[in-house]
């Protein structure tokens, strides 16, 4: 039941994990968004005839390119509560998606001017490193998912800047804005209106990730012990309940003859009890000793105790080997088992496991001599 639970709660753990993992931030509409921007106050670009337009859920802008180099676009710059100009991370996101329209049909670009401390000017975004993709729509509008780990720093900006066209590398952490413009496949001399809806940026935070492995491990780590302990509790109640079970056979040494009206009987229980800890007793020697057959010393012993002459005897043996452990800390496992009668330790161990489900060892540890206290002396009457 606890692993149930607990599987239970790592599953609603793991689905809160993943589902706050995957990031989704909306830039429209403007008022509503958690990265608030605003658009320039002046026309953007070359062209004077650019209009822009931003509804609650759309973004557009119509414009005539009377010649080749003039440029237009729509641009979203990053402000923060008080509307002053910020630079955003966007290290968390992997891609931009939006569906844009457009008359005519138009090659577009989408445009992240990020800062570099190394060379560029605050304030100036011509010395900002500028990557740029591109991105189809027609009159139908088109859907696209543009990935912010394929963009690319065009050559021109490297030329401008004089600087090295190899250094390609950028980072997304301090971007004052996203831009929305025409590419050089754009029509001139021909009116055109673009449209932009649906515009978010995706990713994942793997933060989110780490924290569910951490809680996973955590949690694994946290049932293991419990369970160990949980074990080790129910075993050590499990061995208190077998040794009080066995205190009667553990005051062999004061086996009263009140019960034995039969001097047989006596005879035999009083000798494997003085004898047990022989290892060369068994089942000839008792009958040998006792002028008792075989036959009738089993029958004796299933009779009074329920158990075979052998398993009388070893009972006899953990018992007290039981006992020793418990109370002699210094004797070994191996000359505790030679005390009560076992010339082979792995035998003796086997046996002991099966007992009391744990090794000697285990035992010793887990016990202290007032657990194994056999009935006082005085309550029995001595053979």
Same mark, same amino acid.
């Given at each position: 039941m606890a692993l149930l639970l607990l599987l239970l709660i790592d599953a609603l753990v793991a689905g809160a994990c993943i589902y706050q993992s995957y990031l989704h931030t909306s830039l429209l509409p403007a008022h509503a968004t958690p990265l608030p921007w605003r658009l320039p106050t002046t026309a953007e670009g070359r062209d004077p005839h650019t209009r822009v337009q931003v509804n609650d859920d759309s973004l557009s802008y119509d414009f005539n390119l009377s010649k080749p180099g003039d440029y237009a676009s729509v641009d979203l710059h990053f402000v923060d509560g008080a509307g002053a100009p910020k630079l955003v991370d966007l290290t968390r996101y992997s891609s931009v998606e939006l569906v844009a329209k457009c008359q005519p049909a138009n090659a577009l670009t989408m445009v992240i001017p990020t800062f570099d401390a190394q060379f560029s000017q605050p304030g100036k975004l011509l010395t900002y490193p500028t990557p740029v993709t591109y991105f189809a729509c027609n009159e139908q509008g088109v859907r696209s998912k543009l990935s912010l780990a394929h963009l690319s720093i065009p050559q021109w900006w490297f030329d401008l800047l004089k600087r090295d066209i190899s250094r390609q590398a950028f980072k997304l952490d301090q971007v004052p804005k996203i831009g929305f413009g025409i590419s050089s496949q754009s029509p001139l001399q021909v009116d055109s209106h673009v449209e932009i809806t649906?515009?978010?940026?995706?990713? *994942? /935070?793997?933060?989110?990730? +780490?924290?569910?492995?951490?809680?996973?491990?955590?949690?694994?780590?946290? &049932?293991?012990?419990?369970? &160990?302990? #949980?074990?080790?509790?129910?075993?050590? #109640?499990? $061995?208190?309940?077998? @040794? %009080? *079970? /066995? @205190?009667? =056979? $553990?005051?062999?040494?004061?086996?009263? @003859?009140?019960?034995? *009206?039969?001097?047989?009987? #006596?005879?035999?229980? *009083? =000798?494997?009890?003085?004898?047990? +800890?022989? +290892?060369?007793? /068994?089942?000839?020697?008792?009958?040998?000793?006792?002028?008792?057959?075989? %036959? %009738?010393?089993?029958?004796?012993? %299933? +009779?009074?105790?329920g158990m075979t002459f052998s398993a009388y005897l070893n009972k006899l043996r953990l018992t007290e080997a039981a006992r020793l452990l418990a109370d002699n800390g210094s004797a070994t496992v191996a000359e505790v088992a030679y005390s009560v009668g076992y010339a082979n330790v792995s035998y003796f161990n086997k046996l002991f496991k099966d007992e009391y489900g744990c090794t000697p060892k285990a035992f010793r540890g887990m016990t202290s001599p007032e657990d194994v206290t056999p009935p006082p002396a005085e309550t029995a009457t001595s053979v």
């Amino acid at each position: 039941m606890a692993l149930l639970l607990l599987l239970l709660i790592d599953a609603l753990v793991a689905g809160a994990c993943i589902y706050q993992s995957y990031l989704h931030t909306s830039l429209l509409p403007a008022h509503a968004t958690p990265l608030p921007w605003r658009l320039p106050t002046t026309a953007e670009g070359r062209d004077p005839h650019t209009r822009v337009q931003v509804n609650d859920d759309s973004l557009s802008y119509d414009f005539n390119l009377s010649k080749p180099g003039d440029y237009a676009s729509v641009d979203l710059h990053f402000v923060d509560g008080a509307g002053a100009p910020k630079l955003v991370d966007l290290t968390r996101y992997s891609s931009v998606e939006l569906v844009a329209k457009c008359q005519p049909a138009n090659a577009l670009t989408m445009v992240i001017p990020t800062f570099d401390a190394q060379f560029s000017q605050p304030g100036k975004l011509l010395t900002y490193p500028t990557p740029v993709t591109y991105f189809a729509c027609n009159e139908q509008g088109v859907r696209s998912k543009l990935s912010l780990a394929h963009l690319s720093i065009p050559q021109w900006w490297f030329d401008l800047l004089k600087r090295d066209i190899s250094r390609q590398a950028f980072k997304l952490d301090q971007v004052p804005k996203i831009g929305f413009g025409i590419s050089s496949q754009s029509p001139l001399q021909v009116d055109s209106h673009v449209e932009i809806t649906e515009l978010s940026l995706n990713g *994942r /935070d793997y933060r989110y990730i +780490a924290a569910l492995v951490v809680w996973l491990a955590v949690s694994a780590v946290g &049932f293991a012990v419990w369970l &160990f302990l #949980a074990h080790a509790r129910a075993l050590v #109640a499990s $061995m208190n309940t077998q @040794l %009080k *079970r /066995d @205190l009667p =056979f $553990m005051a062999y040494r004061q086996l009263t @003859l009140e019960p034995y *009206r039969d001097k047989e009987k #006596a005879a035999v229980l *009083r =000798f494997i009890a003085t004898n047990y +800890a022989n +290892a060369e007793l /068994d089942l000839d020697t008792v009958a040998t000793e006792t002028g008792v057959n075989r %036959k %009738k010393i089993n029958d004796l012993l %299933k +009779a009074e105790l329920g158990m075979t002459f052998s398993a009388y005897l070893n009972k006899l043996r953990l018992t007290e080997a039981a006992r020793l452990l418990a109370d002699n800390g210094s004797a070994t496992v191996a000359e505790v088992a030679y005390s009560v009668g076992y010339a082979n330790v792995s035998y003796f161990n086997k046996l002991f496991k099966d007992e009391y489900g744990c090794t000697p060892k285990a035992f010793r540890g887990m016990t202290s001599p007032e657990d194994v206290t056999p009935p006082p002396a005085e309550t029995a009457t001595s053979v």
